[in-house]
């Protein structure tokens, strides 16, 4: 009897229906794909961040760099920024996916993710002034080391009370997480279907470090990039570079409380 047409090679099972959607995952989470969840995403939280701002009185102040944001801003923008993007996501999973949001995102946790913790405090106690260091000695004023933490002092200075705990939990437990899982798990763990896999972590890279719009903090935020998602890279799940994106930012909020 012949072998049919569609039979698999000698020694080869059959992809089952799971790994026939695992398959199609990739394919189907395209560059194009990729750009308009994010841009999405990121546009609605703009907006919804304006609007909030515009009903509260603030939005002139805000335009107008008069005054310090508010403290709720913080939260807030934070609560749009990552609602958007984790609707956005659970969307895609659903239409691009496997409709299985911890696999799509690569979002799993292992006991050797702990080596995140010390990748993450030598980051941002070592390596980030290491690569701000040239940048120090060719242009010193723009990047003073006041300069260079300047945001997140007065961030930590303008927040009081309740207000610090919000900060505490938007800078150190969600923004990793949500980051994460957009630029490691959507991003870049995606973008590696199309291209490269080390074009797709320095893509990555260059993306996370340009969109928090700060020069002065571009070549430590990269050479951190870099890092998590060497992390990712190695280990094809979030676990560790969650870990050491929650050390590092632990460490930076600790270092601007302290110093």
Known sequence: MSQSPWAPPYGQEPLSGHDQQSKLVTKKYSVRAILGIWTASYAIAILLTTLALASSGNLADKVGDKIAE???????????????FTIALSIASRRLGSDNFV?????????????????????????VGLVTWPFRVLFPEKFDPENVEKRARDLFDNAQGI???????????????????????????????SINEIAALFITAVWFAGIH??????????????VLGSCFH??????????????????????????
């Open 163 to 193: 207000w610090l705990v919000v900060l505490v939990i938007v800078v150190v437990f969600g923004a990793p997480i949500i980051e994460e899982l957009v630029y490691r798990g959507l991003i870049q763990g995606h973008l590696r279907g």
């Open 213 to 226: 719009l700060q020069i002065v903090e571009f070549p430590g935020l990269l050479a951190f990039a870099i």
């Open 234 to 259: 190695f280990t094809k799940r979030l676990g560790m570079s969650v870990v050491a994106h929650v050390a590092f930012n632990a460490t930076g909020l600790i270092l601007v409380a302290l110093l």
């Open 70 to 84: 508010p403290n709720w801003l913080v939260g807030v923008s934070a609560v749009f920024l990552w609602g958007s």
């Open 103 to 127: 696999k799509d995102y690569f979002l799993s946790f292992r006991l050797i993710d702990l080596l995140g913790i010390p990748i993450g405090v030598l980051s941002q106690v070592v390596l």
